[in-house]
Each structure stands twice: as structure tokens, then as C-alpha cells.
């Protein structure tokens, strides 16, 4: 089941019944991917504690590490989260697995997750 909201302008949508280890929340912003020390543009499509879709061209390979680069609502600056690619979807973008977050971006991930969930129980 999905439900979508927004929050502070953002889409957010919240995934249920699936199989994954941690709640997965559709939260729409711009992004850059490093992978081999070149920089590319992309949308982060959905997020977790455990990583993120992001919609990119050309996709890196699989196994790939590199540095996902994103603005989360309420923290200053840009974060960096080191991530390795797991999986590509018909060349339109790459799910990422975080390799660690630090506990600015863990609340900031929950903050997202948790707004949109009170969000969804009031509709």
C-alpha cells in the first residue's frame, strides 16, 4: 500500500508491505553521484535508513562505490553519504546501499519517515 503527502514542498510517500529491512519513504530532490571521481546530476527518487533510488544517466555499474550528495530539510549544508550501487532499473536510475550515515543524516531520515507517517495517519 502507498499513500503520498507533501512536506515542507517535497513529495513524500510512504511505502508499505514490502520485504525491506527499513521503511521506505518516496522523498523527491536533487542530488550529485560521485563514482570514480567524476560527478553526475540526479534525482533521489525514495529513501531509507539502509539507502536510496536515484534516478541517474548513465547509471554506474553495479558494485560501484562512490558519494551520493543531498540536501536533507533542516540540516545545514550538504551531506555526504558513502553508498555502493546494488542494483540499476532499465538505465533510469541506481539503488544505493548506505555504507554509513552519520547521526545527522540518520535523524534527518527519520524526521522524513516520521512526518510522513503522522501525516498519513491523520487522512
Known sequence: MTTR???????VEVQRGN??????????TD??????GTRQPGRL????????????????????????YVRFPKVPGVCEI???VRWSKNDRGVGLQF?????????????????ALD?????
Do not use: M
Open 99 to 115: 555504507l554509513a550515515l552519520r547521526p545527522i543524516e540518520v535523524w534527518a531520515v527519520n524526521k522524513i519517515a516520521r512526518s
Open 31 to 36: 542530488v550529485e553521484l560521485e563514482f570514480d
Open 119 to 123: 501525516q498519513n495517519r491523520d487522512t
Open 45 to 68: 527518487v525514495n529513501v531509507s535508513l539502509g539507502g536510496a533510488f536515484v534516478e541517474t544517466k548513465p547509471c554506474p555499474p553495479i558494485n560501484s562505490r562512490g558519494t551520493l
Open 82 to 84: 558513502s553508498s555502493v
Open 19 to 28: 520485504a525491506r529491512k527499513h521503511l521506505r519513504v518516496s522523498f523527491e
Open 5 to 11: 503527502d507533501h512536506i515542507n514542498g517535497q513529495v
